[in-house]
Every structure is written in C-alpha cells, then in structure tokens.
C-alpha cells in the first residue's frame, strides 16, 4: 500500500514537471525597439553569464573581432534551419560591441561565433523580434558571454552586474 502511494506520488510529480513550462523558454528571445540591433561580445571572468565588475577585476574584457551574422528568422521560429536568410555580418569592435543598421522589421536570428580557446556560457543564437523606430537606443540588447577555455576558475570573485 505504502509502495503504491509513493509511487502514485512519483508518478504525480512527473506529470507536474512535464506539465510546467520550461522557465528558460524566453530566456534567449528579446523584442528590440530602435533604429538598429546591437550587443556586446565579452569575456565572461566567473562564467555566470551577466556582464560584470568586481574590485580585483574591473568590467569584464570586452571581446573584438568576434563574428556575429543576423538572419532573417524563417521557417521553424527562433531556430536556425535552411529556411533562414542571411541579412547581414559583422564582426565587434574593439570594444566589443556589434551593430546591424537598416534592418526592416520582423523576426531575425543573432548568431555568435565562438573565438578560438573561448566556449559559451549563454547561448550563441538570440531571436529578436525587431521593431524599427528612428530613434536609437543607447543600451546595448545582447549580450553574448563567452570564456576562455585555459583560464583558471575566477568564479570566487562576485562580479557585480553591469548594464549599459
Ligand atoms: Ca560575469
Ligand atoms: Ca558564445
């Protein structure tokens, strides 16, 4: 009796988590009001995946010459499949930072390329959804955290948040 209430109770519990939305669902979809689509590509010290300061570390580094493309986002949405069309590419400045201007509006996909020795912490597709307006925006949208493979752990370190 006892087994087949624990188990009823297991059974339960797994309809409850299949049932619950997956809280991340969103986490990489942003809708970006504007005159263009922007970021940031930087160096993620203690891999939490915010862009941050710390005493000991200052700001994160930015990364340059990281390549970024944009797509049209077709076919299945906020994925990348053969249906997409490749609008434009960039690669960040020295301050890490990539913009796309002149873009119309709809769905697009931001897509990250790794540098050499650096792995992602958060995802290296971001769908947008893009609404022109003649007015730019003066914060950055993305961001995209990477890290470097070889560099020793830093995650003791708090970085406070940072956003501009
Ligand atoms: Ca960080
Ligand atoms: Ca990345």
């Given at each position: 009796m006892k087994t087949r209430s624990l188990f009823i109770s297991f059974f339960v519990i797994i309809l409850v988590l299949i049932a619950l939305p997956p809280a991340f669902?969103?986490?990489?979809?942003?809708?970006?009001?504007?005159d263009s689509v922007s970021g940031l590509v930087?160096?993620?010290?203690?891999?939490?995946?915010?862009?941050?300061?710390?005493?000991?570390?200052g700001e994160e580094p930015a990364l340059s010459s990281v390549g970024i493309q944009i797509y049209r986002d077709q076919g299945i949405l906020a994925q990348i499949d053969n249906a997409d069309v490749l609008v434009a590419q960039a690669k960040?400045?020295?301050?890490?930072?990539?913009?796309?201007?002149?873009?119309?509006?709809?769905?697009?996909?931001v897509v990250e390329n790794d540098l050499t020795n650096f792995v992602s912490v958060t995802a290296n597709v971001i769908a947008v959804t893009y609404i022109p307006e003649a007015v730019g925006s003066t914060e950055l949208q993305i961001f995209f955290a990477d890290r470097q493979v070889?560099?020793?752990?830093?995650?003791?370190y708090t970085f406070l948040p940072l956003v501009r």
């Open positions: 669902a969103d986490s990489s979809s942003l809708t970006i009001t504007g930087f160096d993620d010290l203690n891999g939490d995946g915010e862009y941050g300061w710390s005493v000991a570390y960040t400045n020295e301050q890490g930072i990539f913009q796309f201007k002149g873009l119309a509006g709809g769905s697009y996909l070889d560099r020793s752990q830093l995650s003791k």
